[in-house]
């Protein structure tokens, strides 16, 4: 099994940045995607950000593209989500996910049905 631990939610203001950390551990993580999604209350899972283990391509929701920037440090066994210019509909619960297998395609890569691993969440609020 792998274990994701993500970090680095809070409070802030409309125009503020954050950068949310995810960590793996448990069983060795050789090739998949990482991926961010998103769900904010009385609303589905929303992807928001991914990209092959082995780097290359990146890609994102619409809404978040220019804003958020997904990286990873692989020696650390971490993924990251940098976010600029938060506004209030960024508010939401966001979680980490990793794939079994490498996808190199975008609507593969953006679906949530595409992860199996899932960490707990951690919380965004933006405030106006």
């Known amino acids: 099994q792998v274990q994701l631990a993500e970090s680095g939610g809070g409070l802030v203001q409309a125009g503020a940045s954050l950068r949310l950390s995810c960590t793996r551990s448990?069983?060795?993580?050789?090739?998949?995607?990482l991926a961010w999604f998103r769900q904010a209350p009385g609303k589905g899972r929303e992807f928001v950000a991914s990209m092959p283990r082995d780097g290359g391509t990146t890609y994102y929701a619409d809404s978040v593209k220019g804003r958020f920037t997904i990286s990873s440090d692989n020696a650390k066994s971490t993924v990251f989500l940098q976010m600029n210019n938060l506004q209030p509909e960024d508010t939401a619960v966001y979680y980490c996910?990793?794939?079994?297998?490498?996808?190199?395609?975008?609507?593969?890569?953006?679906?949530?049905?595409?992860?199996?691993?899932w960490g707990q969440g951690t919380q965004v609020t933006v405030s106006s």
């Open positions: 448990g069983r060795r993580f050789d090739n998949g995607n």
């Open positions: 996910a990793a794939s079994r297998t490498l996808y190199y395609n975008s609507q593969l890569a953006s679906r949530d049905q595409s992860y199996f691993y």
